[in-house]
């Protein structure tokens, strides 16, 4: 097997897999598929770690993860899935960072690692195998990469920004007891 064609099989197996799990991962919020909970579920659990509206924020992510998955695995508009994904993921990863990075603990480790191949799938480009490909790269130029990264990154700092002013701002309202009670048996 020739360097280019193991390079573009590579390729097609990073983007399935990673496609794969994104688009399963946001048709759980969008559809309740795979033992999800739907939007109205979705949208509830939003609202609770800080993003709301919570209905808006899990129709957004859902289909930033369907959607970008899907591209992905198909290899079709490339920078601007692996951009939406990639966003999604910043925002899953803002919520799980106060448990540190191991997913075992409820860390962010599996936001981070999507969101960072998914990143690098935009940047490198789907390969060969690719709808892209086959298209002659209508919607995969060079100009896409830094246009889709720089809209989802000020998408993404607006989102999870007024996040972080919200829930700072809950905590602020909150007061710490001065004493520990001890209960006497």
Do not use: C
């Amino acid at each position: 097997m020739r360097r280019n064609d193991r390079r573009d099989l590579g390729l097609l197996l990073l983007r399935l897999g990673t496609g794969g799990a994104l688009a399963a991962h946001g048709a759980q919020k969008l559809f309740g598929w795979f033992g999800g909970h739907g939007i109205e579920g979705t949208g509830q659990f939003m609202e609770s770690v800080g993003y709301v509206p919570g209905k808006a924020s899990a129709t957004a992510a859902g289909l930033a993860e369907t959607g970008g998955g899907t591209l992905l695995a198909l290899g079709l508009a490339t920078p601007a899935a692996g951009a939406a994904a990639a966003g999604a993921m910043a925002g899953a990863a803002a919520v799980h960072a106060p448990n540190g990075f191991f997913n075992q603990g409820g860390g962010y480790e599996y936001a981070a690692t999507l969101g960072l191949t998914a990143a690098g799938l935009a940047v490198t480009g789907p390969g060969r195998l690719s709808l892209d490909h086959l298209l002659g790269h209508a919607v995969n130029r060079g100009w896409m990469i830094p246009a889709a990264f720089a809209a989802t990154a000020a998408g993404t700092a607006v989102v999870v920004g007024a996040r972080a002013r919200r829930l700072r701002k809950a905590k602020e309202g909150e007061q710490e007891a001065l004493f520990e009670e001890e209960y006497m048996e």
